[in-house]
């Protein structure tokens, strides 16, 4: 990968998918996890499918430099479930259908949902929270 191509990627998204009925509880301990090692931006709770989401889920927003010690601390300890982690490069049905790690099984994504390309005023800048 060139320098260039890797100076696209603005920020990183995890979407950590559960299921209310069954993983809220696995998917609590993944975010108490996350919120007490990694300054990330931790999203609110989507207890329905939302925008490209099929599924329940959360999402956590990193600058790129938190990925090393971020993805494979999800890769150890996700707890069974699915995440999708995709890169911000300002195009977002790339980002999400091309470009994206899966850890677990993947979830379907509704395409439709996701623009080609979005101005870079509207990728929001990573605030973190925890
Ligand atoms: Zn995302």
Do not use: C
Request: proline share 8%.
């Amino acid at each position: 990968m060139s320098a260039a191509s890797k100076s696209a990627i603005v920020s990183w998204h995890a979407h950590v998918y559960f299921d209310p009925a069954t993983t809220r509880p696995q998917a609590e301990q993944v975010r108490a996890g996350i919120a007490a090692r990694f300054k990330v931006q931790l999203g609110r709770w989507h207890e329905v499918a939302i925008g490209p989401h099929s599924a329940a889920m959360y999402q956590v927003a990193f600058d790129v430099p938190v990925f090393a010690d971020l993805v494979p601390w999800l890769a150890l300890h996700r707890q069974g479930l699915s995440v999708l982690v995709h890169p911000n490069t300002l195009a977002p049905r790339a980002d999400h259908l091309m470009h994206a790690i899966w850890l677990g099984p993947a979830m379907p994504l509704r395409a439709d949902m996701l623009p080609a390309s979005i101005d870079a005023a509207e990728e929001a800048a990573i605030v973190p929270n925890t």
